[in-house]
């Protein structure tokens, strides 16, 4: 399953609110994954299940969709969340992830 | 908190072997299934391979069967992947995940470098 993510970056100031979108090439039904990636770090689960958050993850991330459309959103953007997200579909094995969404500072 | 630290990347020739090792703390590591996934230098994310709690069940994907292994040594909270004749397409930061399809915790990751 080939997983696509838009934009490849997105410019967003501090405080504002990001969306992110995650299509898959077939259905997945709900099994999708968000993780957040900084730069010499491990990816980090943000949200799986398409809308679950993972522990410790604040509320400010949001993950909504079903089927191929998926959507993960920020509510208000910290100095932190700047980084590099992706999903991940793990209906099919093997499990296959996007090629990222760069969220940059404005 | 759970800790999961790879180790045993480094340069290795094309066609040559390496073992990576995940030393789990912090969690019952018997309970759950393991993954190994990896990141090429400035590129995304691929699932490489992932075990059940008792070593039984294993899978793939397709560009390291017949060439990758996956163990576990539970009594050692320690998860291993053996990676022969390898190419320069595997070139990547490897990292030890816990779960079976969607990895909560992640180690750090180790590099491995195939090159000549």
């Known amino acids: 399953i080939v997983m696509t993510q838009s934009p490849a970056t997105l410019s967003v100031s501090p405080g504002e609110r990001a969306t992110l979108s995650c299509r898959a090439s077939?259905?997945?039904?709900?099994?999708l994954a968000w993780y957040q990636q900084k730069p010499g770090q491990a990816p980090r689960l943000l949200i799986y299940d398409a809308s679950t958050r993972a522990t410790g993850i604040p509320a400010r991330f949001s993950g909504s969709g079903s089927g191929t459309e998926f959507t993960l959103t920020i509510s208000s953007l910290q100095s932190e969340d700047f980084a590099v997200y992706y999903c991940q579909q793990y209906n099919n094995w093997p499990p296959t992830f996007g090629q990222g969404t760069k969220v940059e500072i404005k | 908190e759970m800790q999961l630290v790879e180790s045993g990347g480094g340069l290795v020739q094309p066609g040559g072997s390496l073992r990576l090792s995940c030393a789990a703390s912090?969690?019952?590591?018997?309970?759950?299934?393991m993954s190994w996934v990896r990141q090429a230098p400035g590129k995304g994310l691929e699932w490489v391979a992932n075990i059940n709690q008792d070593g039984s069940e294993k899978y793939f994907v397709d560009s390291v069967k017949g060439r990758f292994t996956i163990s576990r040594d539970n009594a050692r909270n320690s998860l291993y992947l053996q990676m022969n004749s390898l190419r320069a397409e595997d070139t990547a930061a490897y990292y030890c995940?816990?779960?079976?399809?969607?990895?909560?915790?992640w180690g750090q990751g180790t590099l491995v470098t195939v090159s000549s």
């Open positions: 995940a816990r779960g079976y399809s969607y990895g909560d915790y």
């Open positions: 077939q259905s997945v039904s709900s099994n």
């Open positions: 912090r969690f019952t590591f018997s309970s759950y299934w």
